[in-house]
């Protein structure tokens, strides 16, 4: 599939039988031979029976979310927000969602930033008016590791019609944040082509709880769209074998 802006999109699918605990943490990579890039993901397992899994919407907006922890690493939480649209955009809005992460002194290590940015593109003889969304995906260190570089890009996120996607983050993944469509299109954007990742990592083991802060400026902005939050978790004990698991490995490889 070809974008307006000239990218290109292809689905990348793998089928396991059978997941162990070996597979644990092990990472996927993907590499073109035709286009300059990558992309990559971990294998987070969790268990059939798992009561960890919050699959529940919780309304949020211009707030906090409650602590999520204790964890520990690799078994980091995820972090899932829904967009509901309720009115097409007609001004400039602003939204940031955040995932903060502190040590066992509840001190903050970092945290992840990825700024939205919406407007509406007036028609012209080529294209009927539509919603532009732009934005930043971004990492930070604090405390402890606030001597190390922060990682920043600018985005066009062309794929996203408008404010109706449900969003992830994953702070330990090198697809840090995922956007999921309507129908089901995953596109992801990555944080391992920065020069500080690896030191991102290292920081990761040292987290033991998160939060969730969305924030924004737009008084109004519940009359363009609401947002609800949800968070996966992982035990400690999710290691264990699993059997007779079919899972999808779905990746976006885009250039």
């Not at 073109?32 to 990558?38: A, E, L, R």
């Not at 996203?160 to 299109?185: A, C, I, R, W, Y």
Request: net charge negative; proline share 3%.
């Amino acid at each position: 599939y070809r974008y307006r802006n000239g990218t290109v999109s292809t689905d990348i699918e793998g089928f396991v039988d059978k997941f162990t605990s070996a597979h644990n943490g092990a990472l996927i990579n993907c590499t073109s031979w035709k286009y300059n890039g990558h992309i990559a993901t971990y294998i987070r397992l969790r268990p059939d029976n798992s009561t960890d899994n919050n699959t529940e919407w919780t309304p949020i907006f211009n707030s906090t979310s409650a602590t999520v922890g204790p964890f520990s690493y690799p078994n980091l939480p995820e972090f899932r927000v829904k967009f509901t649209k309720h009115k097409e955009v007609d001004k400039y809005l602003y939204q940031s969602v955040n995932v903060n992460l502190y040590n066992g002194n509840g001190t903050r290590l970092g945290n992840t930033n990825f700024i939205l940015y919406g407007r509406k593109v007036e028609a012209d003889e080529d294209y009927p008016s539509n919603t532009s969304i732009t934005g930043y995906k971004r990492f930070y260190f604090d405390g402890p590791w606030s001597g190390s570089s922060s990682c920043s890009e600018y985005l066009s996120l062309d794929y996203l019609e408008g404010f109706n996607f449900e969003m992830q983050t994953s702070v330990g993944s090198s697809n840090m944040f995922q956007f999921t469509k309507p129908d089901g299109e995953v596109h992801s954007e990555s944080m391992d082509h920065c020069s500080s990742f690896s030191t991102w990592q290292e920081m990761l083991q040292e987290a033991q709880s998160a939060d969730l802060t969305l924030m924004t400026w737009t008084q109004d902005l519940a009359d363009y769209f609401t947002t609800e939050y949800s968070v996966n978790t992982m035990s400690d004990n999710s290691t264990d074998d699993l059997q007779g698991i079919l899972k999808e490995l779905k990746l976006l490889l885009q250039a």
